[in-house]
């Protein structure tokens, strides 16, 4: 086969039918053999006939004809008529005067191009976007046994508890039933025996009247005592009224109300629902920021009391003036920084302590549930559960630049803690030996976690370590603390953030300061100013820090400005 048409659909001439395609007029859009050109040309046509050697096609444009003068090709574009014009449109008339005309070739190029970022964005994002929906769907369809297993089991358990309180109470009212039947036979026992010892004097003053009244003995008859009077008044009757059952009456809905009632399945449909998966960058294609030094003393730029008795965790929005907030009750706090002003606040669904927060890239509030073992997203004021775990409970979250999710967890008995990277809600990644097969991070301590701009994923262990990974999950270092620390206690990191010229930022609880360090792990310096017990960390686009004070009663955000 010629190897200039081995990737044409149609190999074979349209004339002869049977030859193999060499040429092409561009004007009737014939396929032609050689031996065929000949008499192509000769057919009468309006238009002079184009022939072109096949495998020049594609270097060829080919132009429109012309819908006014026939014999005409349109090389031309007229942006304001958008259509295509020849030059015979553009010098006769006035129809196209004063009209911005383009080359069609530029147009074509120019089109070429912007079809060429839709294909790319096709590929890489849309298509791959609606097949990880796809699959996310997938998981939450298979999910659903599961899920409305934990609905039946609540069911099954309440009953099971109610059923136990119910023969409870059966028992201890037949035991009362009990006592009272035994405290009515003594109380009649001891009237029979009353009416008993009577019977038997009657009887024998009866055998007393008997004997007197056979005897001649006047002295017998004259002494006689009469008893008659006393026995007629006969002692007071006991009654007693049976206890009696008065039962309530049972109706399907007081016993469901008391009983405890089902929420109703509603669908709904949300228009932010889904977010585009975002194109992953490499490093080196992102430009850095200028490269910006620390000040040689840290300045407390505001103080934002939150209110909160307990608190432990920050976040800065998007826009710089707002922050999410998480103390040690179910209230998710939004305030507003200047002036500082409350804006909203989110109950938990399960009422529990939120472990974690996190914003993602379209700013809606991510949290994380430990002991409901869930992952929840706040968006236009309602909660969805996106992650639901089996024996693992979720600690500390973090979204990632490409728009995934990173998310620590421990295992329900403590003995193993690692870190999963979720792509739309699926499982895409786990994180947790090096390459001896040791564990990475330590059980028993949370796990807290950043994204650097290298995309290093940074967590602060609380046994004593900041462990860095890159995003294959390979260690790069650990960061053990720096001596002599303010405190000169143990390190002990508890919250970290990461800010734009890839500074790791670790809060060390027991040295009451925020450690910094390079991206490769290099101390830098302490901020040590104004901070009692700081716990969760946030930077916003400014590099400005902000730090959550976990000292009891204290509430307070402190922002803090360290970069020049």
């Excluded at 056979?214 to 006393?230: C, F, K, M, P, R």
Aim: net charge negative.
């Amino acid at each position: 086969m010629d190897p200039s048409t081995s990737g044409l659909d149609v190999t074979q001439c349209d004339l002869c039918e049977s030859a193999v395609v060499q040429m092409h007029c561009d004007t009737c859009l014939v396929k032609l053999c050689k031996a065929c050109v000949g008499e192509h040309l000769s057919t009468g046509h309006s238009k002079p006939h184009k022939i072109i050697d096949l495998k020049d096609r594609a270097s060829n444009l080919i132009f429109p004809g012309c819908t006014t003068h026939y014999d005409s090709l349109c090389e031309s574009f007229c942006r304001d008529c958008k259509i295509p014009v020849c030059l015979l449109c553009v010098i006769s008339g006035n129809t196209h005067k004063d009209h911005q005309l383009s080359l069609i070739a530029d147009i074509f190029s120019s089109m070429k191009l912007v079809i060429q970022k839709d294909q790319k964005e096709l590929e890489e994002i849309i298509i791959p976007t609606h097949r990880n929906i796809t699959s996310y769907m997938q998981i939450r369809m298979s999910q659903l046994e599961k899920e409305y297993g934990y609905v039946s089991d609540s069911v099954t358990k309440h009953g099971k508890k109610w059923h136990r309180e119910i023969n409870k109470l059966v028992d201890k009212m037949k035991a009362e039933v009990e006592e009272m039947k035994a405290a009515h036979l003594e109380a009649l026992t001891k009237h029979q025996e009353e009416f008993s010892q009577r019977t038997m004097k009657l009887q024998e003053t009866l055998q007393t009247c008997k004997n007197t009244l056979a005897s001649n003995d006047t002295s017998l008859v004259l002494t006689h005592t009469l008893l008659n009077e006393e026995y007629r008044r006969l002692p007071p009757k006991l009654t007693a009224s049976f206890p009696a059952f008065k039962a309530q009456k049972i109706s399907a809905e007081n016993l469901t109300e008391l009983f405890g009632m089902l929420t109703k399945l509603s669908f709904t449909s949300d228009e932010q629902g889904y977010f585009m998966k975002k194109a992953e960058k490499s490093p080196e294609a992102v430009p850095l920021p200028p490269v910006r030094s620390l000040l040689d003393e840290p300045e407390i730029v505001t103080i934002i009391d939150t209110g909160y008795k307990y608190l432990y965790d920050v976040q800065v929005c998007q826009s710089n003036e707002e922050i999410w907030t998480k103390g040690k009750d179910s209230l998710l706090k939004l305030f507003k920084i200047h002036p500082v002003s409350l804006l909203r606040s989110v109950r938990t669904e399960s009422g529990n302590t939120p472990e974690e927060i996190a914003l993602t890239y379209d700013g809606d509030l991510v949290y994380s549930d430990y002991d409901e073992r869930t992952v929840n997203i706040v968006k236009n004021e309602q909660i969805e559960e996106v992650i639901r775990l089996e024996s693992w409970r979720p600690v500390s979250i973090c979204h990632t630049s490409s728009g995934d999710l990173l998310v620590t967890m421990d295992s329900d008995d403590n003995k193993h803690t690692k870190l999963v990277h979720y792509s739309d809600f699926a499982e895409k990644q786990t994180i947790q030996f090096d390459d001896e097969s040791k564990p990475l991070y330590s059980p028993g301590f949370y796990l807290h976690i950043s994204e650097n701009r290298n995309l290093d994923i940074c967590a602060a262990d609380g046994s004593g370590a900041v462990v860095v990974v890159n995003s294959a999950g390979k260690l790069r270092f650990r960061y053990t603390g720096h001596a002599p620390a303010p405190k000169n206690e143990s390190f002990y990191p508890v919250g970290i953030a990461t800010n734009s010229q890839g500074h790791i930022l670790t809060s060390d609880y027991d040295n009451q300061c925020i450690h910094i360090t390079d991206e490769d792990g290099h101390f830098l310096r302490f901020i040590d100013c104004g901070l009692s017990y700081p716990w969760g960390l946030s930077t916003d686009s400014n590099d400005n820090l902000f730090v959550a004070d976990s000292k009891k009663k204290s509430g307070k955000i402190i922002k803090y400005r360290y970069l020049q």
